[in-house]
């Protein structure tokens, strides 16, 4: 019990880099996992011992410390703590990521967190994270308009120097012309045939120097479109904006990138996540509520929330980019060794393994200094690597494993009916307790429930065991235990006289109201079919077409009395939520056999003795002497 932790209340917040650190008992860096020669753990690995703890008791990796004398001793060979196996269910490593990545939670789904934050629609925002835009982080005004003139300087320059060319080929194209002219003269002495030859090459050379005019004229134009482009595109730039890749690349073509803070991926996002003032944004959003637009109103409304959300619970809004990565207890992703040497492991080491294969790689090329282009591609990489491990269903590229199948990533592990929060902690599978089909009972009265014989045994097994030995029927547990296997009709009689003292609670799922769990003394009957007493279907909102209920037996004194004196179906008969009667006869089949019970059998001739109480009629009726629908006379 001192193990105990008291708290108060539970809260899922976004962690820092450093809360990560803090969870972490080590650094992983290898994708291995078992050495398969040796079915060890690989050190530095998602298994390593000296991180996630040994693997067996009181036992460090090179077996220099065993037994449990040692316990808290950390191996000076290994490095592993002698301590229990079972903190492989809780200690945690961390992953030095290479490059930021954003988290897929934050950045896709609706609403988007980082949308919303940055102003930037999810589809841009999606553009940025895989490197197919730039985002602007910071514009310089002044730089501005010194691009801006120097934009008009350079336009002017390369006009003259388009002008400057074409007249230069004008002029060339005229000379070669006149001599040409001048050549035809020396060679030709008839003045006609001159003529001619000299009319032809004069025309060729207009038509050639006409059709530089009109090239002139589309390169001018083009020179002019370009720097048009380039200037719009330079006013229309703001800090948080997006500009293309070809954008920026003539941006730099044309040097005009000084002026400006420009980046991609999730870097980009940090260092503009890293910028951002809440108090400041939530005062600038609060006078938006009060613009005249709609849409304004609506979109600085959901910004707010987040604002005011970040803010409250003292996160800041670069958490939301990740730099450090949990890796989960190697339990909680088991490697199990199958027959004929195979191993079954569980999807989340797929996934690791990725990312650190591409984290690793990564690493190495930064450090080689390669080109910018391949350091991106990888970036991308291990984005898209991140986002299958944290929610394969958001991510862009899905992980499939060698059979085609998705593997199952950590949101998978956490959502659905089978996730752990509704399968392993809001509902658990617990001691004294059963399942079972339920079929009508109407023999039975409203306070009571058939439960059958078998299960009733199983549950009452504890109660059943210590009154077979306090009637000497068994000298110990074990002689006891072997009575019940052979389902002496002792061991039911035993099993009868516990549960006429002792009620049950069933329990009908979804329990969405205190009608859901209600008290009933059990009667033992045969078949594995528990019994129910139609009058309270309505309270469970249960039919008979194959819904299953579940038993509790409570323990304690203070649950017994409880369940007798609040949560039998006599003190349920109004609903909690309106006050009108719940436990009454509604349905068709109750209505038919009332009227059916309550009708003469006119083929059956009237009873010739008359009996002299109603008592005597009831028991004439049990035993079979009149019918139920048969007409007697009965004294009053």
């Keep these: 019990m001192n193990n105990i932790i008291d708290f108060s209340g539970l809260q899922i917040r976004l962690a820092s880099p450093e809360d990560i650190k803090s969870w972490s008992y080590g650094l992983v860096t290898k994708p291995e ?71 897929v939670w934050f950045f896709k789904g609706a609403p988007s967190k980082l949308s919303l934050l940055l102003d930037i629609s999810p589809k841009a925002l999606t553009s940025v994270i895989y490197f197919s835009k ?22 002017e320059t390369k006009l003259n120097e388009v002008r400057t060319n074409f007249d230069k080929q004008i002029e060339d194209v005229k000379d070669l012309g006149e001599k040409e002219i001048k050549e035809l003269k020396k060679k030709i002495r008839a003045k006609d045939e001159l003529e001619l030859k000299s009319e032809d090459l004069k025309v060729d050379y207009k038509q050639k120097v006409a059709n530089l005019r009109e090239q002139m004229v589309v390169e001018l134009a083009f020179t002019e479109e370009i720097y048009s482009k380039l200037g719009s595109l330079i006013e229309r730039i703001q800090a948080n904006s997006l500009v293309s890749d070809s954008e920026f690349a003539k941006l730099e073509e044309y040097r005009l990138v000084d002026w400006i ?12 996540l890293k910028k951002i003032n809440l108090e400041e944004l939530g005062s600038k959003l609060k006078e938006d509520l009060n613009s005249s637009s709609e849409a304004k109103r609506l979109r600085a409304t959901k910004r707010l929330q987040v604002v005011r959300g ?14 450090t990565l949990p890796v989960i207890p190697p339990d909680l992703r088991p490697m199990v060794q ?17 990312v650190i294969n591409r984290n690793n790689r990564l690493k190495h090329l930064i450090d080689l200094g390669a080109p910018e282009i391949i350091l991106r591609n990888e970036k991308r990489m291990l984005q898209e690597a991140v986002d299958s491990l944290i929610d394969s269903s958001q991510a862009r590229s899905t992980r499939r494993s060698r059979t085609g199948k998705t593997l199952k990533s950590l949101s998978d592990m956490l959502r659905g009916k089978q996730g752990r929060f509704r399968q392993n902690l809001l509902g658990k599978r617990v001691d004294y307790s059963g399942r079972s089909v339920i079929v009508v009972g109407p023999e039975l009265k409203l306070n009571q429930c058939g439960l059958p014989k078998d299960m009733a045994l199983e ?108 949560m039998l179906p006599q003190y349920n008969l109004v609903k909690p939520s309106a006050g009108n009667p719940v436990s009454i006869p509604d349905s068709k089949e109750m209505a038919i056999g009332v009227y059916y019970l309550t009708s003469i059998d006119t083929k059956l ?32």
């Design 338 to 354: 199958l027959s004929g040497g195979r191993f079954a492991a569980s999807d989340l080491n797929d996934l690791y393994r990725r």
């Design 310 to 323: 970040l803010s409250d619970a003292k996160i800041k809004p670069e958490w939301m980019i990740v730099q």
């Design 605 to 636: 001739a009237p009873y010739s003795m008359p009996f002299s109480s109603p008592t005597e009629a009831i028991t004439a009726t049990q035993t079979g002497v009149v019918n139920v629908r048969q007409l007697i006379l009965v004294r009053l």
């Design 261 to 272: 803070e420009a980046g991609m991926g999730s870097e980009a996002l940090l260092e503009a």
């Design 134 to 155: 730039y985002l602007i982080m910071s514009v310089d005004e002044a730089g501005r308009e010194e691009a801006l003139a120097n934009i008009e300087t350079q336009k």
């Design 459 to 566: 549950m009452f097994k504890p109660f059943v065991l210590h009154e077979i030995i306090k009637q000497d029927l068994a000298p110990n547990v074990k002689a006891a235990k072997a009575l019940i296997e052979k389902r002496l009709p002792e061991v039911f009689d035993i099993l009868e006289k516990i549960t006429k003292k002792h009620p049950v609670l069933l329990n009908r799922a979804p329990t969405l109201h205190k009608l859901s769990i209600q008290a009933f003394w059990p009667v033992l009957v045969d078949g594995a079919a528990i019994r129910l007493h139609p009058v309270v279907c309505s309270g469970f909102n249960a039919d008979f077409d194959g819904d299953q209920m579940a038993v509790h037996v409570p323990l304690t004194k203070k649950a017994i009395q409880e369940a007798k004196n609040h």
């Design 33 to 103: 996992t078992i050495n398969y020669r040796t079915q060890k753990p690989e050190k530095d690995g998602l298994f390593c011992e000296r991180i996630f703890g040994p693997t067996k008791d009181w036992e460090c990796y090179c077996g220099k410390y065993k037994r449990v004398r040692f316990k808290g001793i950390v191996c000076d060979k290994c490095g592993v703590e002698v301590t229990l196996s079972r903190v492989r269910r809780e200690r945690m490593g961390h992953l030095e990521l290479s490059a930021p990545v954003a988290h």
